[in-house]
């Protein structure tokens, strides 16, 4: 057998199963502690220095060779969902976005509510479609968007038996856990919430596998960030830092000259602004050196922990390195080589000097 064939295999099974059980572990924006309890436990296990900070951010430390000098790695363990807005005597739930999420991604079925006390199951309810124009739902057949304002979510539980489990307007809703399973189409990966648990897998492969980079990495799961980068704002505020580094998806779209596949993309500007040119070139550097094609792009409707950090001044050099993804936001589509060659790209960058 292809030697390289067969250590590509392995690395797709191995990034497969890790972003596998990173999914299952839900973690809606301001809810993580599930993921927390996972990342926490994994990474006691990998015996590496790991923290929580006060921000919900879980901190990996790589010692370097030059501790005076220090670069971070981020990528986000919230996803997006719903938030209960309102409940009534009929345990009839009525929700609205978390993050850059659409009910009509999801649509009708199983979501997870998370309670103070108890996560239970409900149906996410669009209503009836054998209806005329005196119903509501006939204007959505065939004339206006889904909107969370048309939809709700039945529980069929008394507002008692809701107020026991501690679900409460501010409780989070996120696509019920039996429906999380991703699924191999071949060499990709196919479900709910690559972003941005794909990048966390690549953190922790780095937290693996790095053990000399030439100055201190910090591997940042940031909380918070799909409702303003909040966990890595706090971070970048209070730890000084050479470069940041962003891990996330990357949008396929016609408007974009992104290509499907293996090859990773690195970005130059988006909605938050534009990116470090010469971070971007010492990425691009060690991509050769590791042998990695990079695709390069500028697009919108987008921000990074990264972008939104340099923004606010927090950080003077950020860059942004994605793999490319279909349906973002949505049943997301990704292929596993290109996530390998992100962790190839940073640990050669990690391990050698390109300033």
């Known amino acids: 057998m292809n030697l390289n064939g067969d250590k590509a295999l392995f690395e797709y099974e191995y990034l497969f199963t890790t972003i596998e059980k990173l999914i299952m572990h839900h973690s809606p924006s301001g809810v993580e502690g599930e993921i927390d309890k996972f990342l926490l436990e994994y990474c006691q296990a990998l015996g590496v220095e790991t923290w929580q900070d006060r921000a919900g951010n879980i901190i990996i430390k790589i010692p ?30 009525q929700v609205r976005k978390l993050g850059g999420s659409f009910p009509w991604v999801y649509g009708e079925g199983v979501v997870d509510i998370l309670g103070d006390k108890e996560t239970i199951s409900g149906i996410l309810c669009f209503g009836s479609r054998h209806v005329s124009h005196e119903s509501p739902q006939k204007a959505q057949q065939q004339d206006e968007p889904l909107l969370w304002e048309d939809a709700w979510v039945e529980t ?30 071949k060499d990709y990966i196919a479900g709910y919430t690559l972003d941005n648990k794909a990048s966390v ?13 030439v100055v201190d990495v910090y591997l940042v799961a940031s909380a918070k960030e799909e409702v303003g980068a909040i966990g890595a704002l706090f971070f970048t505020q209070n730890k000084s830092l050479d470069a940041l580094i962003a891990l996330e998806i990357c949008p396929l779209s016609s408007e974009y000259p992104i290509q499907e596949g293996e090859i990773p993309v690195l970005l130059s500007q988006d909605g938050y602004g534009i990116y470090d040119e010469d ?24 921000g990074s922990d990264a972008s939104i950090a340099m923004k606010f001044g927090h950080v003077s050099r950020a860059a942004c390195l994605g793999f490319p993804t279909a349906n973002t936001h949505g049943y997301e589509i990704a292929h596993l080589g290109a996530i390998a060659n992100c962790i190839k790209i940073l640990s050669t960058y990690c391990t050698a000097e390109f300033e």
């Open 64 to 93: 370097g060779l030059d501790s005076t000098r220090a670069i971070a790695i981020t990528g986000h363990k919230d996803e997006i969902g719903a938030i209960v807005k309102s409940i009534d005597e009929q345990g009839c739930l």
């Open 156 to 185: 069929k539980y008394s507002l008692e038996e809701l107020t026991s489990a501690g679900i409460r307007p501010g409780s989070r809703v996120v696509v019920g856990k039996h429906r999380k399973k991703p699924i191999r189409l």
């Open 201 to 213: 897998a690549i953190l922790l492969s780095l937290a693996k596998y790095v053990k000399q980079p």
């Open 279 to 302: 971070l971007n070139a010492n990425l691009a550097k060690a991509a050769n050196e590791a042998q990695v094609p990079l695709q390069f792009a500028a697009i919108t409707g987008f």
